[in-house]
């Protein structure tokens, strides 16, 4: 039996047409090293010429626009017919030679980002990027050892227009995951791609003109190395240090400028920060020398060479970058529960001795605890002075119950606490559920910090954890007696600037709020639910109308039938008075006009100039972009 044969394979051919009616091109012309450069004019007539060596006087006609040329970088974008796309991109691709010198074109990929720090719209900017910045972005970032969605590279077929949308999908999610990861986001790397115009500054540099100024009244100290990036802060730079009689020891030098929480007076702040160096506690780690001035600070600590808190649960050496550090530790374990106990106890009882100090903190966070033996020492009193930002201040910002620095604290003692626990951060907060501990005691302590109810409730104080059953039974072993005196005047000083420091987050707390109910709203409105039942309420609306006005209509119309019959004589009227209007046009008139949500962004009802809004922002790349102000 004869085996039936396959039918022939079928092929359908599919011409899609553009429905824009220009395409943009964006072309730089390379050119050899010296050489007149071409103005704008001469750049025109380059490109006219390209056509009429390629098509003829026919391609010469064709309609090409020179929107914007640089004669700096020699880049234009040109305008060109959809019909004629094919003949230009051909015409400078083949162009050769420009008066007797080599020269090419390049066409330029290029996507704009829209870039929103915060909840404010008003607070956006737009950047273009190329494929090959956001590629080396990407190897810049392979020291985080995260795996990273960026879009694969693709030689032949990469200025097809389904290739382009979906790279743009690709580079979206890349953008995505950056900027919800909470390390990532702030490292500078992905701030200086995002907000190139406020992350321009090398404060490396600037940090070494300060310090130098310093050592010329102090001959005493010699900078050893940077130490590059071991900290996830911009402007704040560390150096290792040595005393020229000592040059075994090893010491710290931290340099910060202020932020946006910095409050007290320049004469208060020098101050304040002279006096670190005389805080003396057994969990605060010692400060050797500190000064200030108007512009930023300067404090040195010896160097420890086991490093901190975080560095022990990561496995992880001081000396590194921050990013290859934390980002994807290679082992996730937890400590073990006495350890977790007693370093939890350390850590409450010098929050608690600078609560009753009046000395704000806000700056709690793995990093910044010293290990010191089996003792936890606090880091970073300054920050406070300085008015830098918390580490964890994008989280507990969200929360309106979270709004004192004794909340804020206990907040990022619950970070610190399961991170000590699991050997990681918590994915999200709140912590819906938290997985097997230790003990169950942690759970709890954890369950009243970090979870959805405890959010909406308000953080436990500092006494009340202590007297949790996880604290409460743990012994500490050290002696040394708590000193750290503040004069009266400084004390007032503080106060009022803890004040001011929570008044600021209430207020952030009030506009993120405010700005998650606009969205909810725009997001119900714009569901295909409400669509359905704002239709059905409108046509509804439409036939009542159209039936009242006819009813009117008819008994008008009966009535004047009436009145001619009887020989009444109907009321007089003006003939340049108004008619009034239609119960079906007051209705018109008094609905109210629901805006339509295209993705994040609020818009007025479909017309031609949001349509063309829409197909333009499709082209973009968007990204809500939310940092710190560092």
Known sequence: MARAEPPAATFERRVLRSAAEHHYLRVRLELPDGGARPSVAQFKQLVVSALRELHGEVGAALPVDVLTYEEKTLSAILRVVSSGLVKLWSALTLLGFYQNRRCAFRVLQEYIIRVQRGVSAENSWQIVRRYSDFDLLNNSLQISTLSLPLPPKKLIGNMEREFIAERQKGLQAYLDVITTHHILSNCELVKKFLDPNSYSVNYTEIALQHVSMFFRSEPKWEVVEPLKDIGWRIRKKYFLMKIKNQPKERLMLSWADPGPDKYLSDKDLQYAVKLLSSCSHPYIYKITFATANESSALVIRPFSEKGTLKDLIYKAKPKDPFLKKYCNPKKIQGLE??????????ILEVLKFLHEKG?????????????????????????????????????FSQFRKINTLEGVDVHCFGHLLYEM???RPPDTIPVDSFPPAPSVFVVSVLESILTCEAMKNGMPTVSRLLQMPLFSDVLLTNSEKPQFKIPTK???ALKTSKECIEKRLTEEQKLIHQHRRLTRAQSHHGSEEEKKKRKILARK????????????HSAK????????????????????????PSTAEYVRQDRPIIPHIAGDRLQMPPSRACLVERQA?????????SCLDL
């Open 337 to 346: 529960l006495q350890q977790i106990k007693t370093y939890g106890r350390q």
């Open 421 to 423: 626990t699991y050997g």
């Open 359 to 395: 000395f704000p903190y806000g700056h709690l966070h793995s990093a910044n605890v010293m290990l010191d033996g089996d003792t936890c020492k606090l880091l970073d009193l300054e920050n406070s002075l300085l008015g830098l930002p918390s580490f964890y201040r994008s989280y």
């Open 541 to 552: 609306k439409s036939k009542r109308s159209a039936y009242e006005s006819g009813e009117e």
């Open 557 to 580: 119309y009966s009535n004047s039938n009436n009145s001619a019959g009887s020989g009444a004589s109907s009321p007089l009227t003006s003939p340049s008075s108004p008619t009034p």
């Open 617 to 625: 922002v499709t082209s973009e790349a968007f990204c809500f972009y």
């Open 490 to 492: 400084l004390k007032e």
